[in-house]
């Protein structure tokens, strides 16, 4: 009975690893998510600093709360900055739709008011390591890593087709010293015209192909076939319209029939892992 409760527990962790396997924040990292909104959103602003980059004019603020000191990106584009669709509202909803989908790869982000207007403020994290800097500096990916940023980067174009998102540039792939990937900037992602819901951004009939995502997480496409409009209204609450939430969802439609298709081509073995 003792030998049955112990494989019981190996069981119970082994299916909670599994569950969690494609999240790029460590399990304690994403245990604290609700510890750092709360200093996002009530720490004191103790300085400033211009990032210097991005059209939006981001600010890194500093903050103290009680003996917890952190930093963020507050940023506040609006509807037609710069000409182009761009809204905080965004970054907001892609946080909160990465936590309803268990991604675990968007740092936490909220709505915070600074200096009279809102914003959104998003955890700083400070990874220097970009794609972009990867591939100018020809920085190899570790070979024991390689095929999990791989997974990664094609999860990543999933999840940028369900929320059309325009902006995903290689500066904003970011990596951990231990190459864990995450993702920033997602201000002019739920796009809603009538080209982001008759066609994804990546895979074989997206706008950016031949840029696909050939393996995905059967979890995390148990986790799209599951949204509904209600499903995400609660998640995103009134950073999105629900025009945006039904173009979200007829983006689900296209990715799942894309999904479906490489099953039937590959097999569901070769697809889903």
């Not at 396997?21 to 996002?40: C, D, G, H, N, V």
């Not at 103790?46 to 210097?52: C, I, N, R, W, Y």
């Not at 390591?129 to 999933?158: C, G, N, V």
Request: proline fraction near 4%; include cysteine.
């Amino acid at each position: 009975m003792k030998k049955r409760g112990i494989i019981l527990i190996l069981l119970a962790i082994t299916l909670c690893f599994a569950a969690q396997s494609f999240a790029q924040f460590t399990p304690e990292e994403l245990a604290e998510r609700a510890k750092w909104e709360e200093l996002l959103i009530k720490g004191k602003v103790v300085k400033k600093q211009d990032l210097g980059q991005g059209v939006t004019k981001p600010k890194r603020l500093f903050l103290k709360k009680d003996d917890f000191e952190g930093s963020g990106v507050w940023k506040q584009p609006t509807s037609t900055d710069a000409g182009l669709f761009d809204k905080w509202e965004c970054e907001v909803a892609a946080y909160r739709l990465d936590k309803l989908l268990e991604l675990g790869m968007v740092p936490p982000t909220v709505e915070r008011r600074w200096r009279g207007r809102k914003g959104s403020f998003q955890w700083f994290c400070n990874l220097p390591m970009s794609e972009q800097k990867r591939r100018k500096e020809d920085i190899p990916y570790p070979e024991d890593k390689k095929e999990q940023i791989e997974k990664m980067i094609y999860l990543s174009r999933a999840f940028d087709s369900l929320i059309a998102n325009t902006d995903r540039s290689l500066q904003n792939i970011r990596f951990t010293p231990d190459w864990r990937l995450i993702l920033i900037d997602h201000s002019r992602a739920f796009r809603s015209s009538s080209s982001y819901r008759e066609q994804l951004m990546y895979g074989k009939y997206g706008k950016r192909k031949p840029l696909d995502f050939p393996m995905l997480p059967r979890k995390f496409v148990e986790k799209i076939r599951g949204l509904t409009h209600s499903s995400i209204r609660a998640a995103v609450g009134e950073y999105l319209t629900s025009d945006e939430i039904e173009a979200v969802l007829d983006r689900k439609a296209l990715l799942l029939k894309e999904i479906e298709e490489m099953i039937q081509e590959r097999g569901e073995e070769n697809v889903l892992y």
